[in-house]
């Protein structure tokens, strides 16, 4: 999810999927959403305000990327490289 406030008191949230049936289905699930701190509404029941914001950056409107898929091997050197440890179990000496 993509939040992009508009003022103090409202944000624009986007929502992406694969599909549009999915996309539906988040966005159901997001207006169902009951919280005394928040009002939940789709841009077209928004305020003025929001609704301009939304026109005037069309850009963000657009769905948010995918994050891409990382196995073990990524995991593992994202944590070595971290650690400061070279190769086969050696440690960075500083």
């Known amino acids: 999810m993509k939040i992009k406030w508009v ?3 409202h944000a624009l ?4 999927s694969e599909s549009a049936e ?3 289905l988040t966005a159901l699930h997001a207006l169902s959403i009951c ?7 789709a841009l077209a029941d928004g305020s003025k305000k929001a609704q301009g914001k939304a026109i ?3 850009e963000f409107i657009q769905p948010v990327k995918e994050r891409p898929r990382t196995d073990c091997a990524v995991a593992r050197r ?3 490289r971290a650690l ?3 190769g086969r179990g050696r440690v960075q000496r500083y």
Do not use: E, Y
Request: glycine content about 8%.
């Open 7 to 9: 003022d103090n008191t």
């Open 22 to 24: 999915m996309c539906l």
């Open 56 to 58: 005037r950056r069309a």
């Open 78 to 80: 994202m944590v070595t």
């Open 13 to 16: 949230g986007i929502f992406s």
């Open 35 to 41: 919280h005394p701190l928040l009002k939940a509404r």
């Open 84 to 86: 400061g440890i070279q």
